[in-house]
């Protein structure tokens, strides 16, 4: 298993790093124990959660995630074995998370109280990689660099990265958190955090969890750059584009237990132009003789800025099927190919 430095930590992380975000929804924790069983087995060492888990989200839910790994750890006795990551949840009406039915914010106070909720959730004593889920300011769309700018207003209780940036770091100096990371955020959001621990002498953060897969390669506008020359880890979320990139929803396809099915939340893969795409792809997939799925994970795998693909399963065939891509090498002339469809169709799903 390929493995990569988280950062510039002496942390190692495989290429591959298993998403658990449908524990306690989709999956039972049985169901969850046994792929991070099979996960470990096959040398992935690396996972990753959220408060925010199990999707979608629900006061019912909210944290189960959290506690099926917490209770697989316990099971197994393998914390030295595993890095964990997790996340605290960003500017959000959603009130369920902290105790007194506040909204979410990234203030000193809801720092803390959400740390000390996913360590015990968690049955750790110390988390190694936690993340901001995604940012206090208000942004055009969540999880998106947008490729339309719609210039948000500014909320008037924006929290400062300063402030979630010092809360963090007291984590970190007493111990309780190892490394800081950011998810779904801009160019300038990973610069002012940078700057942040400049300034202060703080904790950098070492990783920023995105989307990128074959319809959604704006990572590659500019965040590409700042992070390759700031030593800042890609951890690629949604390879698979949701499951449209398997070619399961092709044709108005609606599989039974898929996630558009049960959830009708993926209408970030259903915008104009991405039905096209998924066909050209699809179609690429076919020449080279393997799975649709097979040649998004192999892709974004393949990118010299990523340095961990986030992959997740409802089923163990599921699971084998993503762990198998990445033994397909993406070559240059297969790059080239890839790069032309999205040169015609560039970013429909940003």
Request: aromatic share 10%.
């Given at each position: 298993m390929r493995r990569t430095r988280l950062?510039?930590?002496?942390?190692?992380?495989p290429v591959v790093c298993l998403g658990t975000m449908t524990f306690g929804e989709q999956n039972t924790e049985a169901e969850g124990h046994a792929q991070l069983d099979r996960a470990l087995a096959h040398g992935i060492d690396f996972f990753d959660t959220a408060e925010f888990y199990s999707i979608p989200p629900r006061p019912e839910t909210q944290g189960r995630t959290e506690e099926i790994i917490g209770s697989w750890i316990r099971a197994r006795g393998n914390r030295d074995r595993v890095t964990i990551a997790t996340?605290?949840?960003?500017?959000?009406?959603?009130?369920?998370?902290?105790?007194?039915?506040?909204?979410?914010?990234?203030?000193?106070?809801?720092?803390?109280?959400?740390?000390?909720?996913?360590?015990?959730?968690?049955?750790?004593?110390?988390?190694?990689?936690?993340?901001?889920?995604?940012?206090?300011?208000?942004?055009?769309?969540?999880?998106?660099?947008?490729?339309?700018?719609?210039?948000?207003?500014?909320a008037d209780d924006e929290v400062e990265i300063e402030e979630t940036f010092e809360a963090l770091a007291a984590h970190v100096k007493a111990g309780r958190i190892r490394h800081i990371g950011l998810s779904n955020e801009s160019t300038w959001g990973v610069m002012r955090w940078l700057r942040a621990a400049e300034m202060s002498g703080g904790p950098r953060i070492v990783s920023i969890q995105n989307a990128y897969n074959l319809l959604n390669r704006s990572f590659e506008l500019n965040l590409a750059?700042?992070?390759?020359?700031?030593?800042?880890?890609?951890?690629?979320?949604?390879?698979?584009?949701?499951?449209?990139?398997?070619?399961?929803?092709?044709?108005?396809?609606?599989?039974?237990?898929?996630?558009?099915?049960?959830?009708?939340?993926?209408?970030?893969?259903?915008?104009?132009?991405?039905?096209?795409?998924?066909?050209?792809?699809c179609g690429l997939a076919a020449d080279l003789g393997i799975s649709p799925?097979?040649?998004?994970?192999?892709?974004?795998?393949?990118?010299?800025?990523?340095?961990?693909?986030?992959?997740?399963?409802?089923?163990?065939?599921?699971?084998?099927?993503?762990?198998?891509?990445?033994?397909f090498a993406v070559t240059p002339e297969i790059a080239a190919r890839i790069d032309e469809i999205h040169l015609r169709l560039p970013n429909p799903c940003p």
């Open positions: 950062g510039r930590t002496d942390l190692t992380i996340k605290i949840c960003g500017r959000s009406d959603m009130d369920w998370f902290r105790d007194d039915g506040s909204a979410c914010r990234l203030t000193r106070a809801q720092v803390d109280e959400a740390v000390f909720k996913s360590l015990k959730r968690l049955g750790i004593d110390t988390i190694d990689l936690y993340q901001v889920h995604w940012p206090d300011r208000r942004v055009p769309s969540f999880g998106s660099n947008s490729t339309i700018w719609t210039n948000p207003a500014r750059e700042a992070v390759g020359r700031e030593d800042v880890s890609l951890l690629a979320y949604s390879p698979l584009g949701q499951g449209y990139l398997t070619g399961k929803y092709r044709g108005g396809a609606l599989p039974a237990g898929s996630r558009k099915k049960l959830f009708d939340r993926l209408q970030r893969y259903e915008r104009p132009n991405a039905a096209e795409a998924v066909e050209a792809y799925a097979t040649l998004a994970i192999a892709f974004a795998a393949s990118r010299p800025f990523v340095a961990s693909v986030i992959i997740g399963a409802t089923s163990m065939a599921q699971l084998e099927e993503d762990l198998a891509a990445f033994d």
